[in-house]
């Protein structure tokens, strides 16, 4: 006994910096209950800083989805040099690529040019405050740039099922009660250290209650990713990086 006590702290450290963080969990949400007809994939916070082994992995495990599209909500790179090599990584997504800038991305100075066309390569689309129908027409996606709070929000589409992409989840409470069918965010890393019974030790701005999980809100039901990478440094515990899939 007194051996897996003290076993224990260094069991959950080991966890924590060398088994969790390149541990993808393929989390699968149902938004209803009836038999879904449409299946699409949910993926944040990519972070990358050259471990190209590691996105590739994330590529694959989407493309054997087989998702009908793909939604990014964010933060690609941290340096402007790992560009190149994270769009030609995620120009081998299989599906339509849908995604919505972060903080990071901006910080970065990323070339939105370049991502754009990446995105537009895959059928997708880089929405900066805009909106794009799915080839099928049965979806809108609705892409909010999280500079001005003042910014009227894209308003739904009425004839399609409409999911809306931010980076910041309080973000929801920017969109003056305008109904989406689903909205999703990433930016909380889920925390990356979580504590049983306890929740996220800290948590960065942006982000407020919702920190992991799907929340019920005025604008529509909120789901908050978790994310692929990490940041400043390389932990997580209790908190996998994660791909959620969505059926609908």
């Known amino acids: 006994m007194l051996a897996a006590v003290l076993c224990s702290p260094l069991l959950a450290v080991a966890d924590a910096k060398w088994l969790e963080p390149a541990w993808v969990r393929v989390r699968r949400i149902q938004l209803n ?32 989805l087989s998702p009908e599209f793909v939604c990014f909500t964010g933060d690609l790179i941290e340096q402007t040099r790992y560009l190149r090599e994270a769009l030609e990584t995620l ?73 809306f992409l931010m980076h910041y989840p309080a973000w929801v409470e920017n969109l003056s009660g305008a109904q989406y069918d689903l909205i999703l ?16 030790l800290i948590v960065p701005f942006g982000v407020g ?23 400043p440094v390389p932990i997580r515990f209790n908190c996998r990086p994660e791909i959620t899939v969505f059926e609908i």
Not at 33 to 53: E, L
Not at 109 to 126: D, P, Q, V, Y
Not at 209 to 231: H, K, Q
Request: charged share 20%; aromatic share 12%; hydrophobic share 35%.
């Open 91 to 163: 120009a081998r997504i299989k599906s339509p690529l849908y995604g919505v800038p972060g903080n990071h991305d901006y910080w970065s100075k990323a070339l939105f040019e370049r991502i754009a066309e990446c995105f537009a390569g895959t059928g997708g689309g880089w929405l900066v405050e805009r909106q794009q129908v799915t080839a099928d027409g049965k979806f809108s996606l609705l892409g909010a740039a999280c500079l001005n709070s003042k910014t009227r929000p894209i308003q739904p589409n009425p004839a399609t099922r409409n999911i």
């Open 185 to 200: 965010a990433g930016h909380s890393h889920g925390g990356q250290v979580r504590l049983p019974f306890y929740g996220p």
């Open 33 to 64: 209950r009836t038999k879904p007809a449409h299946r699409f994939i949910h993926f944040t916070d990519v972070h990358h800083k050259g471990d190209k082994a590691y996105l590739e992995s994330v590529v694959r495990k989407i493309n054997a």
């Open 209 to 231: 209650r919702y920190d992991l999980g799907m929340f019920a809100t005025p604008s529509g039901p909120l789901y908050v990713n978790a994310g692929i990478g990490w940041f």
